[in-house]
């Protein structure tokens, strides 16, 4: 990922007049001001303490994820779009249906190869972001104190043990897959259809372990 910086004018040559060219940010800003005019009103007066980065989506070939952090005195806030640089669509908060969207305007049609990524990305930007797809002990951001506690270091590596890659099997309507979930502080073992065309669905979910140290969500 990326943050994009560009300057917004550059010094016209002697004797000429040259047009002011428009800042990257500036541009994606304007898009985002037709989907979402509140957020963007929040950005707009606070652009000093903003950044824009730009995450390339490889099952997409035109949208790539915008995300905006504002850092406000007293809270940051994030906000999330879709965009491929001439519409951008509102995830914030994302919805199955934001990303359908999205999918239809893609015209998506996933290859097996792709899935992961895929269903990281709609676990990841649907329910609020309450719910994360972790494959790693990297995935996870642990307590400290399981450097120093022992049970709580037992209690990681016991949930460490238990995460695996993204499972991808060709279906009857798509492909199946299998992966872990963070919810809170609970793993959960999840079983999906997910579509050629993007549309998932959760078919089983049971907790694969519970009271992880992790950070409590607020």
């Known amino acids: 990922m990326a943050t994009t910086h560009c300057d917004t004018a550059r010094p016209a040559k002697a004797g000429t007049q040259e047009e002011p060219k428009v800042n990257a940010d500036a541009e994606t800003l304007q898009r985002i001001e037709r ?38 005195p007293h809270r940051a806030l994030r906000f999330k779009y879709a965009d491929d640089g001439k519409v951008a669509v509102n995830l914030t908060p994302a919805t199955a249906e934001a990303i359908y969207k999205v999918n239809q305007d893609e015209a998506l049609s996933l290859e097996a190869a792709e899935v992961p990524a895929y269903l990281r990305f709609f676990v990841e930007n649907t329910e609020g972001g309450k719910r994360r797809l972790v494959e790693r002990a990297e995935d996870v951001q642990w307590l400290p104190a399981t450097n120093t506690d022992a ?68």
């Open 35 to 72: 989907v979402d005019p509140v957020h963007a009103g929040t950005i707009q007066q606070n652009l000093a303490a903003t950044a824009f980065t730009r995450q390339p989506l490889g099952f997409y070939q035109r949208f790539q994820l915008v995300t905006v952090d504002v850092r406000l």
């Open 151 to 218: 049970a709580l270091g037992a209690r990681k590596a016991e949930a460490v043990a238990k995460l695996h890659p993204v499972k991808v099997s060709e279906g009857a309507e798509g492909f199946q897959a299998s992966a872990l979930v963070l919810v809170g502080n609970q793993l959960l073992a999840c079983d999906f259809t997910v579509r050629k065309g993007g549309k998932v669905q959760l078919v089983n979910q049971q907790v694969a372990a519970e009271s992880l140290p992790v950070p409590a969500v607020r």
